[in-house]
C-alpha cells in the first residue's frame, strides 16, 4: 500500500513543482499585458478592454524609444508624396512601424490642426481646441528631446516647436498630470492615439474595437503603461496601426463589433501619416 500512496505523492509535487515555476520568457510574454520585446527600445504590450458583445476587446500598445528609433511625419504636402494605406507609407519609406497622424479635412489632404514637416507647411493653424502637438527631430537636439507629446497647457509649446523640424497637433487625450481629458461618453469606434510615458518613450496605442474616446482614456490610465500626455490621431474604420520587423508583420484597423468595416480600413489612403525608423 505504501508504494501507490508514494507514487501519488511524487505525482502531486511534480504538479505543483509545474505551477510554481516561472514561465518561459517567450510564455510570459504572449500573456495579456505583458510586454513582448521585439528588438532593444521596441516593445509590444496587449491588453483586454470591455467592448460590446461577448468578444473581448484588445488594446494594443507599441513602446519606443527616441534614442534607439527615429521618428518622421510624412505627408502629401510633400512634393512627390501622394496619398497611401498605412501599409504602402511604411513600404514606399522603409518604416518599422506607422500610425495615423490626426484627422483631416474634407479636401482629403489637411490636416484639422497645425502640420510642418520642415519648411513645408500643411495646415499652418493652430486649432484652438486641441490641447496637444507631437513634436520631433529637434535644431538643439543636446536640449530637448527627440521626440515628445507636449501638453499646450502646461509646455511653451509657441517657444518649443519652432525648434522641431517636425509637428503636427491633434485633440488631447490625457494631460500631463494624467488628467482625463476626454470626459464625454461620445460614440464608440476604433481609436489610435500617440502618448508619452514617464521615461520619455513615445508609444503608439491602437484598439480595433469599437469604444467611447472617455473609455480608451481612462483605460490607459488603469494600465500599467505610465502614460503622460496622450493625443488622439484618428477614429473609425482609418484608425490604424501598422507594424514591420522583419521578423512579424502586422496591420491592424478599426472594426464594426461584428467584423471589419466594410470599406477603408487598411487599405483607407490616408494624407499624413506619422512613422518609425531605425537609427542608423
Known amino acids: 500500500m505504501k508504494e501507490p500512496f508514494s507514487f501519488v505523492a511524487r505525482l502531486v509535487a511534480f504538479c505543483l513543482a509545474l505551477l510554481v515555476t516561472p514561465l518561459p520568457a517567450q510564455a510570459a510574454a504572449s500573456q495579456p499585458g505583458a510586454w513582448e520585446e521585439l528588438e532593444p527600445g521596441l516593445a509590444l504590450a496587449r491588453f483586454?478592454?470591455?467592448?460590446?458583445?461577448?468578444?473581448?476587446?484588445?488594446?494594443?500598445?507599441?513602446?519606443?524609444?527616441?534614442?534607439?528609433?527615429?521618428?518622421?511625419?510624412?505627408?502629401?504636402?510633400?512634393?512627390g508624396e501622394k496619398k497611401r494605406s498605412l501599409r504602402d507609407w511604411a513600404e514606399a519609406h522603409g518604416l518599422l512601424a506607422a500610425i495615423n497622424a490626426g484627422m483631416y479635412q474634407p479636401d482629403g489632404r489637411t490636416h484639422t490642426g497645425y502640420l510642418r514637416v520642415g519648411d513645408i507647411v500643411n495646415n499652418a493653424h493652430v486649432a484652438a481646441k486641441f490641447g496637444a502637438f507631437f513634436v520631433t527631430s529637434p535644431d538643439i537636439s543636446d536640449q530637448l528631446p527627440d521626440a515628445a507629446v507636449l501638453d499646450r497647457s502646461v509646455s511653451d509649446w509657441q517657444a518649443l516647436i519652432p525648434?522641431?523640424?517636425?509637428?503636427?497637433?491633434?485633440?488631447?487625450?490625457?494631460?500631463?498630470?494624467?488628467?482625463?481629458?476626454?470626459?464625454?461618453?461620445?460614440?464608440?469606434?476604433?481609436?489610435?492615439?500617440?502618448?508619452?510615458?514617464?521615461?520619455?518613450?513615445?508609444?503608439?496605442?491602437?484598439?480595433?474595437?469599437?469604444?467611447?474616446?472617455?473609455?480608451?482614456?481612462?483605460?490607459?490610465?488603469?494600465?500599467?503603461?505610465?502614460?503622460?500626455?496622450?493625443?488622439?490621431?484618428?477614429?473609425?474604420?482609418q484608425a490604424g496601426l501598422f507594424l514591420d520587423t522583419g521578423r512579424e508583420r502586422h496591420v491592424w484597423a478599426g472594426r464594426h463589433p461584428t467584423g471589419y468595416w466594410p470599406a477603408g480600413g487598411i487599405n483607407t489612403p490616408l494624407p499624413n501619416i506619422i512613422g518609425v525608423k531605425r537609427r542608423q
Open 163 to 237: 525648434h522641431y523640424e517636425m509637428v503636427v497637433q491633434n485633440f488631447r487625450m490625457i494631460s500631463a498630470d494624467r488628467r482625463l481629458q476626454w470626459l464625454a461618453d461620445g460614440p464608440e469606434h476604433a481609436i489610435s492615439a500617440v502618448g508619452e510615458d514617464g521615461n520619455g518613450h513615445i508609444l503608439f496605442l491602437h484598439c480595433s474595437d469599437a469604444m467611447t474616446c472617455a473609455a480608451f482614456a481612462k483605460r490607459l490610465l488603469e494600465l500599467p503603461l505610465d502614460v503622460r500626455q496622450v493625443m488622439y490621431v484618428e477614429g473609425g474604420n
Open 48 to 79: 483586454p478592454v470591455p467592448v460590446a458583445g461577448d468578444r473581448a476587446g484588445e488594446l494594443l500598445a507599441l513602446r519606443i524609444d527616441p534614442a534607439r528609433y527615429s521618428f518622421v511625419i510624412l505627408s502629401v504636402s510633400i512634393p
